[in-house]
């Protein structure tokens, strides 16, 4: 089994805001050689994430892991992504997808925006 990631952001219309995206990705790909690790967007920017799915699958993906990127579990990720998520499973049946949590709400990250924070603060 070919296994890709898909770290699965808001976008925006301002490029520059990718960039921490970018900085996420590259550290995966620096801890997983050999596993694609890709970004996709929700709005304003590309690829989406019918298109990423798309790009790995013909690469030879065949589990697809969609990590969203996002601090909470609002709207999107409970109504949107799942939506969007079924419409790949209809288009492509012989792919297994599965969906992180947020990644807002892992401890790990809880803790590490406390830290910045108080660091930040002086604190």
Known sequence: MTTALILFAHGARDPEWA???RRVQAAIRQRVS????????????T???????????????????????????GGHLKMETPQMLDALRATYPKVEFSLGNAIGEHEAVVQAMAAATLDTAGL
């Open 19 to 21: 960039k921490p995206m």
């Open 34 to 45: 050999g596993t694609p690790v890709e970004l996709a967007f929700l709005e304003f920017m």
């Open 47 to 73: 690829p989406t994430l019918p298109e990423q799915a798309a790009e790995l699958i013909a690469q030879g993906a065949d589990r697809i892991v969609v990590m969203p990127m996002f601090i909470a579990c």
